[in-house]
């Protein structure tokens, strides 16, 4: 069973910092994607951050400058470093991951952790 896990969400107030985390486990072989998206109440869900498996990483323009993604590939894991948070930034987050799991490569979801932003 192939399991994306998101934690570190909360309660953050406007120009603070959070750091979101997300781990893969299961039998899987490689990662390549991996991303963070986010779903505000009444909007569709967006793009927020990817990161490939050699580094190169994608910003959305609500987020760039802000927010910063990595990942530690032996753990599986990505982050989602969150500063001068806003209150627009307030939502649940998501994390994507596209996995090879035996002989299929797929989009991988993760069930979300809530930012909630203080004014």
């Known amino acids: 069973q192939v399991q994306l896990v998101e934690s570190g969400g909360g309660l953050v107030q406007t120009g603070g910092s959070l750091r979101l985390s997300c781990t893969a486990s299961?039998?899987?072989?490689?990662?390549?994607?991996m991303g963070w998206y986010r779903q505000a109440p009444g909007k569709q869900r967006e793009f927020v951050a990817s990161?490939?498996?050699?580094?190169?990483?994608i910003y959305a323009a609500s987020v760039k400058g802000r927010f910063t993604i990595s990942r530690d590939n032996p753990k599986n894991t990505v982050y989602l470093q969150m500063n001068s948070v806003k209150p627009e930034d307030a939502a649940v987050y998501y994390c994507?991951?596209?996995?090879?799991?035996?002989?299929?490569?797929?989009?991988?979801w993760g069930s979300g952790t809530q930012v909630t932003v203080s004014s």
């Open positions: 994507k991951a596209q996995m090879r799991v035996q002989l299929t490569t797929r989009n991988y």
């Open positions: 990161i490939i498996s050699d580094g190169n990483t």
């Open positions: 299961g039998s899987i072989i490689s990662i390549n994607y």
